[in-house]
């Protein structure tokens, strides 16, 4: 795969997108192809830290505009005997269909848009995940998880039922969600706006992490406020802060680190025990 050709086909196309539906816009489907299978990523570490290539995003932009809408259709299930009505979708997008070759798994009905990547022995439960989104090996996508466009799951990852990681696709420089390897993100956690949760950390049920949400360190004797991240191996669940307002003080919400992964709950043992450790239900 030639980077730079490709970079440089993509930039033409964003200045000058005539030729998208054409042989021009060949290039937007190499790039996409490349994200399908993993060999492109729109995020990824380099050197110690995290860079977004703004260009792929772009070239997904592009792939938007250079595809009709169409019916999409497919069984969940080709064995012999299956029954039911195959299902029906109409979009610009194609579902991915490389789960085998890739050696992860699907369940019906799950799906994954064409340009998505999903890790070998990653698992699909009935949830969602987008275009330019990357799953790395061995990691969970619930029931009812969706993983947003471009965001980044690493490898030993359990999304549980109902997490919403968001995505993004403007501004293409923008980082997307990333959620670093060994990470647990409990049921109902909603996790957007290019939040990076580090490696082993875990999310109780319920905690809202946005860029602007207060992140409340509270190990120590004063409490620590950040914004944006969660550091690794850190034992976060859902708190709230008084701030006042014309009409008075009311509770609004933050994500509070009570603690931080011990060798007792290391990542093969359960969300649950994490949490308890510390002699929180959540």
Request: charged fraction near 20%; charge should be negative.
């Amino acid at each position: 795969m030639d980077i730079q050709r490709l970079q440089e086909s993509i930039a033409a196309l964003r200045e000058d997108a005539s030729g998208l539906k054409g042989s021009p816009g060949e290039a937007v489907d190499e790039v996409i192809a490349a994200l399908d299978t993993g060999a492109l990523r729109v995020c990824e570490p380099i050197d110690g830290r995290w860079v977004t290539h703004a260009w792929v995003k772009e070239a997904i932009l592009l792939y938007f505009r250079r595809l009709d809408i169409v019916p999409i259709g497919g069984r969940y299930d080709d064995a012999p005997g299956a029954r039911g009505e195959p299902p029906s979708f109409y979009d610009k997008l194609p579902t991915k269909r490389n789960f085998e070759a890739l050696g992860a798994r699907c369940v019906p009905p799950g799906t994954a848009r064409y340009g998505s990547f999903l890790g070998r022995s990653a698992i699909l439960m009935p949830g969602f995940v987008n275009i330019g989104a990357y799953v790395d090996e061995r990691s969970m996508v619930d029931t009812w998880a969706t993983v947003g466009s471009c965001a980044q799951i690493g490898k030993d990852v359990h999304l549980a039922g109902g997490v919403g990681i968001g995505g993004v696709l403007e501004p293409p420089q923008a980082q997307p969600v990333i959620v670093e390897d060994g990470a647990f993100v409990g049921s109902r956690c909603i996790v957007v706006e290019g939040v990076h949760v580090g490696r082993e950390a875990v999310l109780g049920a319920g905690v809202v992490l946005t860029s602007s949400t207060p992140v409340v360190d509270v190990r120590g004797r004063e409490a620590i406020i950040s914004r944006g991240a969660i550091p690794a191996r850190a034992v976060v669940i859902p708190g709230s802060l008084p701030k006042k307002f014309p009409a008075g003080e009311f509770n609004t919400p933050c994500a509070l680190i009570i603690g931080e992964r011990t060798s007792s709950t290391d990542r093969k043992v359960s969300l649950e025990a994490a949490i308890r450790e510390y002699g929180v239900a959540v």
